[in-house]
Every structure is written in C-alpha cells, then in structure tokens.
C-alpha cells in the first residue's frame, strides 16, 4: 500500500485522495505490525527470563504492556475509521477513466492505482468475512459438541 500510494500520488487527478489513503493506511499498517511484533518478542523472551526479573523490572513491564496495548487500540481505531474513508473515496467514483480526456483533463485515475486499491479492500472483506465464517464454524461445533455430551 505504501509503495502503491507513493508511487502513482499524483495518478488520480479525480480522487487524490486515493493515493493518499494507500500511502497512510501502508504507513500506519507497518507501524502496528511492528508493534504486534515487538510484543510478541517482549512476551516470549519475557517467559524465557521469567525467573531472572525482580520487581521493578515487572513493573516496567505492566507499563510498557498497558502502553503497547492502549497503542494498539488507538491504531486499530485509526485504521478501521481510514478504512471506511477509503471505502468512501474508493466506491465515490466507481469506475473511473482510465485514461486522460482531452475534454476534462482531470476525470481520470491510473488503472493500476484504482484496481489496486479495490482488490485490497475486496481482500480485507474476503479475509474478515472467513474470520467470520470460522467463528460461526467454532460456535457451531462447540455447540454441537456440548448437545453431543447430553
């Protein structure tokens, strides 16, 4: 996304706010992967040191978790709501020119940005709607597990 975004910023004179929205969301999506991944390291090397920490050291730790998770929330907040704006940018102009009109120089977006970013969010719906789907498959086979027990 962040690549996509910097790379066509000035590819969709229509709605430039599309390359805007692959650039921001690429740049805050990295960010809360790599916190993801700075905490799964914190919580495994903090198991494997577990009998080594006095108490201040656990104190820090409860702060810098607290930090890390209020962090996470504000990020999943941020890229859930830029989500929705793109969602709104992106569908606004539903199939744009392609190329340039003499007659409107500026009702065009790049193919390559605007596929792009459409079969992103079709992959974030697809990926949220399996979540979903193997929810609803874990709720069903528990409760058939627990009317099989009866």
């Known amino acids: 996304m962040l690549a996509m975004g910097t790379s066509y910023l000035e590819d969709c004179p229509k709605e430039p706010k599309i390359p805007i929205y692959l650039l921001v969301g690429g740049a805050f999506g990295f960010i809360f992967l790599c916190i993801v991944?700075?905490?799964?390291?914190?919580?495994r090397d903090y198991v494997l040191l577990d009998d080594s920490k006095d108490d201040s050291d656990v104190d820090d730790d409860d702060v810098m978790t607290r930090s890390y998770?209020?962090?996470?929330?504000?990020?999943?907040?941020?890229?859930?709501?830029?989500?929705?704006?793109g969602n709104f940018w992106l569908f606004s102009i539903?199939?744009?020119?392609?190329?340039?009109?003499?007659?409107?120089?500026?009702?065009?977006?790049?193919?390559?940005?605007?596929?792009?970013a459409f079969y992103q969010m079709v992959t974030c719906y697809s990926l949220f709607g399996m979540g979903v789907i193997a929810f609803l498959g874990c709720l069903a086979a528990y409760a058939w597990g627990l009317y099989r027990g009866k």
Not at 37 to 43: D, G, N, T, V
Not at 96 to 105: F, I, K, T, V
């Open 69 to 85: 998770r209020f962090t996470g929330y504000i990020l999943s907040f941020f890229l859930l709501f830029w989500f929705a704006l």
């Open 37 to 43: 991944l700075w905490q799964q390291k914190r919580a």
């Open 94 to 116: 539903w199939q744009p020119n392609y190329s340039q009109p003499l007659h409107e120089p500026r009702n065009w977006c790049s193919r390559r940005l605007y596929q792009y």
